[in-house]
């Protein structure tokens, strides 16, 4: 075309159809396209695990839009990255952001960049299963396209939420227990952990957050969101994006659909979720591990950095006390899978401190 800046960019495409590799931002990735996005693994990220990410992005986008009642608009952009080393590199170079963001954000699975409407992945840090990293950001996506471009979202409602859908991937019930009864038990401490809601607001500040913070806020925001759920709905959810597009702030929206200000909400929460849990201590358990099917137990309600004894009966084996410490939260994760050599059957996982003694029970089936 003779008029200046009017093109067409023209990719060859090799032999077998595949992209060829594109330079940007001092990495190299393999192009690919789904049905409903646009995908860039880096090259160095072997074809298999590249094809464990894509094969469920999809998925994800229809779970997503079928849970909340509304359709993505675009093709969204995913970048996938091989370490924390080229994260860096590229969230510097392709988000533009500093050399303490991207160090910051390297650390993490994934996050949704607003700016630039694209998802950035990092594969060595997904390091669970199943893979619900995508089905997170892209509920941040999605979020934040029906509130519009300027909308500022509090980070434990727009995470809290994202927490959610991805703990919708088959897979994920061991997250989803290990997340509710371990915020649970922060919230049952007098002078606990438990980050107050109005701490959790500013993005900037839940991505300086460091160590076991760093993950707990994910925590206690997925049960926020759970708790406003509860009260209002998926479609009240959604009304309060709505509301947001239409040049409402978030406490407006929010005090438009439940009623109470955003204050009265973050004062009330600690005590809603120490009450969804019926007794503390306790043992809790799901049917699913990290690293596939097995059992998953999650002692809560102890005292952070107490002792405890855990013991184990399977079809075939009963294990002698284990000893194990809980953490600030006063809680304890711990999981025996199929992979590890573990048979189906009923379970009975029992718990002490040596002051009080709980148990749970499950059946494991193929």
Partial sequence: MEDFGVFWN???LNPDGSQPPLALGGLTFNPTTTVRADVYPEVSITKTDATSII???????????????????GRPTLFIFASETSASIGIRTIAQRS???ASRLALRPGFYDPPSGNIFLIWSNMDSVPINTPRHELTHYLFQQVAGPRSFIPAWF???NAVLEELTTPGSAWEASAYH???????SMSFGPLIPL??????ETWNGRVGALAQFEYYEAGEAARLLRDAVGIRGTILILELMSRGQTFNDALFAITGKTA???ASEFPARLKGSVSAYPGVALANDTSVGPGVTYTAYGFAPSTSLNVMITAPGYHSVPAPHVTDMFGSYTGFMSLAAGWPLGTYRVTVSDGVSTVTSTTVLER
């Avoid at 094969?55 to 608009?73: F, K, M, P, Y």
């Avoid at 009864?181 to 919230?187: G, V």
């Fill in 10 to 12: 023209v990719v060859v």
């Fill in 198 to 203: 109005n701490d959790l607001i500013s993005q």
């Fill in 158 to 160: 727009n995470e809290g």
């Fill in 263 to 265: 204050d009265a909400f």
């Fill in 181 to 187: 009864y371990t915020a649970a038990s922060a919230a």
């Fill in 99 to 101: 050399v303490l963001e």
């Fill in 55 to 73: 094969s469920v992005i999809d998925g994800d986008i229809a779970r997503i839009e079928a849970d909340l009642g509304r359709a993505l608009t």
